[in-house]
C-alpha cells in the first residue's frame, strides 16, 4: 500500500476553498485531480477519511464543503488600489476574495483596497496596507472616505463644505495640503486596516 503524503490533504482543502471562492460551487473530483496534479484515486480517498472524520461534507454532485464551524463569514472582494496621495482612477478589477468573521466586521457590503502613497500615514494607513471598506454612497464629516472625483479615486478624510459648494479632502500627512473639489461621489467608508508585520 502506498505511503500517505501528509500535505496532500490540505493541498485538496486549499483548492476546494479556492474553487468555491472564485465560482461559487465546489468542484468535481476530477476537476480536484486536475487543479492539484494528484490522482483521482488518491483525491477520493483523502475526501473519504476527511469525510469520515467529519471534516467535510459530501451531499452530491458540486456539493462539496467543510464541515460548520460555527463561525459565520463574509466574501470580501480585493479589488485593487487607491491612492493615498494624488488621487488616481480606480478599477474594479477583483484581484482575489477573502472570507472574513461577521462577528469582528458586522453587516454590509465590504471590499478591499490597497493603499498607495503616503498621504493618509497619520491614520495608520501606509503604502501597501490593505484597507477595509463598508460600500455607501454617503460619509459623514471626517470619516475617512473613497471619494471618486472625474473618475479618480482618493482615500482621504471626508469634509462637505456647503456653503462654499465644495468638499474638502484632508490628507492625514502634515506634508500635503487638503484638495478642494466641486463636488465627488462617495463609494464607501474606511472601516479596518490590514497591514504586514
Request: negative net charge; proline residues 6%.
Amino acid at each position: 500500500m502506498r505511503k500517505k503524503n501528509p500535505e496532500n490533504g490540505g493541498i485538496i482543502a486549499r483548492f476546494i476553498d479556492s474553487y468555491a471562492d472564485r465560482y461559487g460551487y465546489s468542484p468535481t473530483m476530477s476537476e480536484i485531480a486536475e487543479g492539484t496534479g494528484i490522482p483521482k484515486t488518491t483525491v477520493h480517498r483523502y475526501l473519504s477519511e476527511m469525510r469520515e472524520e467529519g471534516r467535510v461534507n459530501l451531499s452530491g454532485h458540486r456539493t462539496l464543503s467543510f464541515a460548520d464551524t460555527g463561525v459565520s463569514s463574509v466574501r470580501v472582494p480585493v479589488l485593487g488600489s487607491v491612492s493615498c496621495g494624488l488621487p488616481k482612477f480606480a478599477e474594479e478589477n477583483i484581484e482575489e476574495y477573502v472570507r472574513l468573521p461577521s462577528s469582528l466586521f458586522g453587516d454590509g457590503e465590504f471590499y478591499f483596497l490597497r493603499a498607495k502613497g503616503d498621504s493618509m500615514i497619520g491614520a495608520g494607513i501606509d503604502d501597501g496596507d490593505l484597507v477595509l471598506i463598508r460600500r455607501q454612497d454617503t460619509a459623514r464629516p471626517g470619516q475617512i472616505a473613497v471619494a471618486l472625483t472625474d473618475d479618480e479615486a482618493t482615500l482621504k478624510r471626508f469634509y462637505p463644505e456647503p456653503e462654499k459648494r465644495r468638499v474638502r479632502l484632508h490628507p492625514e500627512n502634515p506634508e500635503l495640503e487638503d484638495i478642494y473639489v466641486d463636488g465627488c461621489a462617495v463609494q464607501g467608508i474606511a472601516v479596518k486596516v490590514i497591514k504586514d508585520l
